[in-house]
């Protein structure tokens, strides 16, 4: 059934059958694996348990009392036991990653394989997924080559996604395309001069619900620019459907700390600073401080930047992002343009916001049009 892409080594049989074909004919090969987890139902979700996921138990089960709470969220008991059960799906991750590596080295072309590990976006909790909060954006990436790549080694450079392209054609012997402005560098060599920012964008849900934001990310600083907020557009994610987001909502009747923390989740200020350093949860917002006010403008200035480079629809909002009547005529705007797209394309949900899609064969007959799209260099997509 579907709950086996759970399972190690049904994954890595797979793996080890597409390894014996690319050794027999003798050819270059590229293999995705997309592992299942972690990837809400998470490990011991109800939803798990109610699919079979849960038969394929991770090799060893992390218990409620080793977890940590990360520190952009409460430490209530249910948030506790979401955050546990994401951690058990991480470790079944790391128990199919490594079926597979053992797989590879079966086949005899570890030596000649170049492998690269990496996630699409951050926690799947509120300040995290579905936002451009350094916890969002900041997803695991290793890379493997016994002989080329030292084991052990650790990347000091900002890394994002525009790296991948750069590094797996330098791999492959293959010069980059040319006639286009390219961002990324190959993380394969050393002598490249390191970039000062890499840059997120999230700009609407599953369903086409637009949530716009941009965030630009130093070694030092973050800075999130949050286009949505303006007061009257409200905040819809896929989170908002999980169990740490509910224990907000329920604890934050009677606890003042746990309040203030979801007030601030569903209506954030316009744009916000964070001093990575010191406060690496962004749990205090430094944009209208004036003693970080050369930092707040570099930001601004940085963040700018990648929107004229990209032609970024958001421009339009950053530029009178002081004025929150002209925001709410922007939102609007994008709330009408998203519910006309919902109503012609097909998402990947059962449903988008203009209602039911399954079933109805005009999404598809009418084809989806030309739609502007609007997608900034990224450390990690967030959807």
């Not at 286009?180 to 993380?187: A, N, P, Q, V």
């Amino acid at each position: 059934g579907a709950a086996r892409k759970y399972s190690a080594a049904v994954v890595s049989q797979s793996a080890a059958r597409f390894f014996g074909t690319a050794r027999s004919v003798a050819q270059p090969f590229y293999l995705v694996v997309n592992i299942a987890d972690p990837h809400k139902p998470n490990f011991n979700d109800a939803e798990a348990a109610a699919s079979g996921a849960d038969a394929f138990a991770p090799s060893r089960i992390i218990a409620e009392e080793e977890v940590t709470v990360p520190a952009f969220l409460p430490d209530l008991p249910g948030i506790r036991r979401d955050v546990r059960n994401y951690q058990n799906s991480v470790k079944r991750a790391d128990d199919t990653l490594g079926a597979i590596l053992t797989a590879l080295v079966a086949s005899g072309m570890e030596e000649d394989t170049l492998v690269i590990f990496l996630s699409d976006h951050g926690m799947p909790f509120p300040f995290a997924k579905s936002s451009v909060y350094d916890n969002g954006l900041r997803t695991p990436l290793v890379i493997r080559w016994p002989g080329r790549i030292a084991a052990g080694g650790v990347e000091t450079r900002l890394v994002s996604a525009v790296d991948l392209m750069p590094t797996i054609l330098d791999a492959a012997g293959i010069a980059m395309p040319e006639g286009r402005d390219y961002t990324g560098s190959s993380l394969l060599r050393t002598d490249t001069l390191p970039r000062g920012y890499v840059f997120g964008g999230f700009d609407e849900n599953a369903r086409g619900y637009p949530v716009p934001m941009r965030g630009t990310i130093g070694r030092d600083w973050a800075y999130v620019f949050n286009a949505w907020s303006d007061g009257e557009h409200a905040l819809k994610n896929d989170d908002m459907n999980h169990a740490s987001f509910k224990q907000l909502v329920r604890h934050a009747p009677a606890d003042p700390a746990v309040k203030a923390r979801l007030d601030y989740y569903l209506a954030p200020p316009v744009e916000e600073l964070c001093h990575l350093k010191v406060d690496p949860d962004c749990l205090v917002n430094l944009a209208g401080d004036p003693a970080h006010a050369g930092v707040l403008k570099e930001f601004r200035e940085a963040t700018r930047a990648q929107m004229v480079r990209t032609d970024d629809y958001l421009l339009e909002a950053f530029d009178v992002r002081a004025d929150r009547t002209a925001l709410r005529a922007f939102m609007r705007r994008q709330s009408e343009a998203a519910m006309e797209r919902a109503g012609r394309l097909q998402w990947k949900r059962p449903a988008n916001i203009a209602g039911p899609t399954k079933g109805n064969r005009e999404l598809f007959r009418n084809g989806a049009g030309t739609i502007k799209s609007a997608n900034p260099s990224r450390a990690g997509s967030t959807n």
